[in-house]
């Protein structure tokens, strides 16, 4: 059962993160600010999200229907993450790639030439 319950939370850390970073991307196209690495972008995306979404849950907060506010702060990342979500993805992608794509296709090759 704790599995489960660390597996759910796993993948509740990754959603949020996803949603950050690609609420995040969307700021940083409308800002016009644009990083030549991947990495950079990312990480700059996965901080501007986050803290876009600490203070908007601050002025959630000063009103008096916090579970409203919430609610509506989190909707809102989440509609402005679905639509950029596939661009930080395509740059993750290219990151893990550049980051494990060659020890990868090194042992794949060295895997095959054990069996000539």
Known sequence: ?????????????????????????????????????????LLCSVALGVICIQVFLFFAQLSSHIRIGVATVLGLAVLLGLRASHLCSERLRAFRFRLFGDQILKKSLSCSRRWY
């Not at 996803?18 to 016009?32: D, E, P, Q, S, W």
């Open 1 to 41: 059962m704790a599995l489960i319950v660390s597996i759910a939370v796993l993948f509740a850390v990754i959603f949020f993160g996803l949603v950050a970073a690609a609420a995040g991307h969307r700021l940083l196209r409308i800002l016009g600010l644009e990083f030549t690495s991947d990495t950079e972008h």
